[in-house]
């Protein structure tokens, strides 16, 4: 069920990644359809982590020839790791080798996507646009926020976002809030408004001449310090 949303997931990401073949079980190898784009994906799952340059060495050796001597392969290829476990909390005794893989720079770069047996039932009963929706919702990341080794659809779905790296987090435009009116609400908030629409009057009315901008500023205050006396 993993790898049909991730196959899903690529298709529609804006590489538009296409299936290519799977010469042998356990590995997928996708490339980029969009013509913006120059890159390849590679799906393997792995019953162990190993060290970099083996598990480099492994996704090499099980690349189809004509991937190989793609000149953009080499460079432009990421390699999502499946790592399946019994239990969310065993993580923790890989966290060096996760990290091992996913900083090493040679050869591709590497990503580990783990998840739990439970998580995997979870999936079975979701999909794509269930995904996407699960992403913003704010409760159900504040239940995972407070136990992120417990299976849950959210830690999964933002899992499959996070170590996807053609993917970004699926945002309506309505629901972002207006830079404007937040730069407006804070700078009431330091009482700092009026001195920015003050600035602004100024700017409309002079341009990019900032010198008579500064002048502007300078004659106001000093003609409000005089009214104050």
Known sequence: ????????????????????????????????????????????????????????????????????????????????????????????????????????????????LYYSKEELEIL????????????????KFGLYKNSPLQASEYGIASRIYIKLPFLSVPVD????DDPCQLADDYLQKVGLLSISNEFETLITSNGNNYKAIVEGYIRGKMANSQAED
């Not at 970099?52 to 953009?72: C, D, G, I, M, Y």
């Not at 646009?129 to 704010?138: G, V, Y």
């Not at 435009?173 to 972002?176: F, Q, V």
């Open 1 to 112: 069920m993993i790898n049909k949303i991730i196959a899903t997931l690529s298709k529609q990401s804006p590489c538009q990644f296409d299936l290519l073949e799977q010469p042998i079980e356990g590995f997928s190898f996708y490339q980029a359809t969009s013509s913006v784009y120059q890159r390849f994906l590679v799906v393997v799952k792995v019953p162990k982590l190993i060290k970099p340059s083996e598990f480099n060495h492994w996704v090499l050796s099980n690349t189809p020839e004509e991937l190989k001597q793609t000149r953009a392969f080499a460079k432009n290829t990421d390699v999502v790791i499946l790592l399946e476990l019994d239990d969310l909390t065993s993580i923790v005794e890989h966290e060096s080798e996760v990290f091992s893989l996913e900083e090493d720079g040679y050869s591709f770069k590497k990503h580990v």
């Open 124 to 139: 079975q009963h979701l999909d794509v646009k269930e995904l996407q929706a699960l992403i913003k919702d704010q409760a």
């Open 173 to 176: 435009e309505s629901e972002l």
